[in-house]
Nanobody, 117 residues
């Protein structure tokens, strides 16, 4: 079983930036495609960004050009650099391993991102 611990969230003004981190337990982290997801109040959880084991990235249209996903396999950690933040980015952000359309493990506690003036 792999567990995830997300961190780095907070309150930021519109146009600001945050860097989220997700630390994963387990020694086989490097083989997984990893994803960042978010869930806003009253909405379903949505996929924000993906990074394959080889480093190929994909982004939701709503964050393309503003967010960057990266990974450090030596540290079992995946990152999400978020720039030019908007109020609609406000959500709890989670990470998970992904296989096709499915996540592989239980969700962590997430990290709250609030974009507000």
């Amino acid at each position: 079983q792999v567990q995830f611990v997300e961190s780095g969230g907070g309150l930021v003004q519109p146009g600001g930036a945050l860097r989220l981190s997700c630390a994963a337990s387990g020694s086989i982290f490097s083989i997984y495609t990893m994803g960042w997801y978010r869930q806003a109040p009253g909405k379903q959880r949505e996929l924000v960004a993906l990074i394959s084991s080889g480093g190929t990235t994909n982004y939701a249209d709503s964050v393309k050009g503003r967010f960057t996903i990266s990974r450090d396999n030596g540290k079992n950690t995946v990152y999400l650099q978020m720039n030019s933040l908007k109020p609609e980015d406000t959500a709890v952000y989670y990470c998970n391993a992904r296989n096709g359309d499915y996540v592989l493990y239980a969700w962590g506690q997430g990290t709250q991102v609030t974009v507000s003036s």
